[in-house]
């Protein structure tokens, strides 16, 4: 196994026909929303507030795992997550769940790391397997 691991998921490259219904949706909620306030202004906020809570689906992260731990990188912002910090792995469909704490707690969304795969499934699940291992 590679001693590092680097990755870049970008879903609306990656992923172009659910790309697409997405694109159209943020366009209807915007063009509804200027259509019901009577306003172009409306209209142009209802779609940047949509693409900006849709963020890590319009922009690229690039992820990077290693003896050490994982490193996230999106949009200029960097995060690091130590391998002895994380106490819960889940693997989805999607990617994979990185917690700090034991159990599932209403905290996940604000402390966890999720690691999405861009077509390696295997290596993803394998690196973390293997590092969670190796810290005993």
């Given at each position: 196994m590679a001693e590092t691991l680097r990755w870049r998921s970008h879903p609306v490259v990656d992923d172009y026909p659910r790309s697409v219904l997405l694109v159209a949706l943020v366009v209807l909620a915007g063009v509804g929303t200027g259509i019901s306030f009577g306003g172009v202004g409306y209209a142009v906020l209802a779609a940047a507030v949509l693409v900006g809570s849709l963020g890590r689906y319009f922009a690229p992260?690039?992820?990077?795992?290693?003896?050490?731990?994982?490193?996230?990188?999106?949009?200029?912002?960097v995060r690091r997550v130590s391998w002895g910090d994380i106490?819960?792995?889940?693997?989805?469909?999607?990617?994979?769940?990185?917690?700090?704490?034991?159990?599932?707690?209403?905290?996940?969304?604000?402390?966890?790391?999720?690691?999405?795969?861009?077509?390696?499934?295997?290596?993803?699940?394998?690196?973390?397997?293997?590092?969670m291992a190796a810290r005993g």
């Open positions: 992260t690039r992820y990077e795992l290693d003896a050490e731990g994982v490193w996230v990188r999106f949009l200029g912002h106490r819960r792995v889940s693997v989805h469909r999607e990617g994979v769940f990185l917690s700090p704490f034991e159990r599932p707690t209403r905290l996940d969304a604000f402390r966890g790391t999720f690691l999405r795969f861009a077509g390696n499934r295997g290596e993803v699940v394998s690196f973390v397997e293997t590092q």
